[in-house]
T-cell receptor, first 112, second 110 residues
């Protein structure tokens, strides 16, 4: 069964550094999402992406964040200058038309 | 997006049915009820969803009341591997975001 995959599974970075989190959505899906979950807290929506543009973003998704679908298979989340409070699990999700979202296993980001 | 209310935690004996309730009294006519679960810090796993009718798949059954103000997720024969946080979410089927609450922490005990 097709799955959403994410790399890396863990990433440690220094505050102020740029990170790129990568996702490979399921191949026939058209909608793409990023969510995050700070340890012990709820899963929070960051951004949705459809037809090569952002369709919705949350207040968390400020100018430090960007998303891109550089080719036909990858979907990336970039954090330009990481802060301590960006430490979290980041989940990518994708969905086809008229169906539900399927989540990847997540990337655990630790900012020191 | 509909606000949902779930009990914080529940216990269930292994092999028994787990019945997880959810209130969604503000759900609108075109919003579906989605159920996901999260085991430890893994990615949320889709379980089932429905609009008006009861639904069943290989994982679970979903019973939605006629007024659509509440629903119950049923795991017919809970196993230890069903221990997880279960989320009930109201949302559209047109690409909209999912808004997660705190969910119900289900503990399946031997």
């Amino acid at each position: 069964e097709p799955e959403v995959t994410q790399t890396p599974s863990h990433q440690v970075t220094q505050m102020g550094q740029e990170v790129i989190l990568r996702c490979v959505p399921i191949s026939n899906h058209l909608y793409f999402y990023w969510y995050r979950q700070i340890l012990g807290q709820k899963v929070e929506f960051l951004v949705s992406f459809y037809n090569n543009e952002i369709s919705e973003k949350s207040e968390i998704f400020d100018d430090q964040f960007s998303v891109e679908r550089p080719d036909g298979s990858n979907f990336t989340l970039k954090i330009r200058s990481t802060k301590l409070e960006d430490s979290a699990m980041y989940f990518c999700a994708s969905r086809p038309v008229w169906e539900t979202q399927y989540f990847g296993p997540g990337t655990r980001l630790l900012v020191l | 997006d509909a606000k949902t209310t779930q009990p914080t935690s529940m216990d269930c004996a292994e092999g028994r049915a787990a019945n997880l309730p959810c209130n969604h009294s503000t759900i609108s006519g075109n919003e579906y009820v989605y159920w996901y679960r999260q085991i430890h810090s893994q990615g949320p796993q889709y379980i089932i969803h429905g609009l008006k009718n009861n639904e069943t798949n290989e994982m679970a059954s979903l019973i939605i009341t006629e007024d659509r103000k509440s629903s119950t997720l049923i795991l017919p024969h809970a196993t230890l591997r069903d221990t997880a946080v279960y989320y009930c979410i109201g949302g559209d089927n047109q690409g909209g975001k999912l808004i997660f609450g705190q969910g119900t922490e289900l503990s399946v005990k031997p």
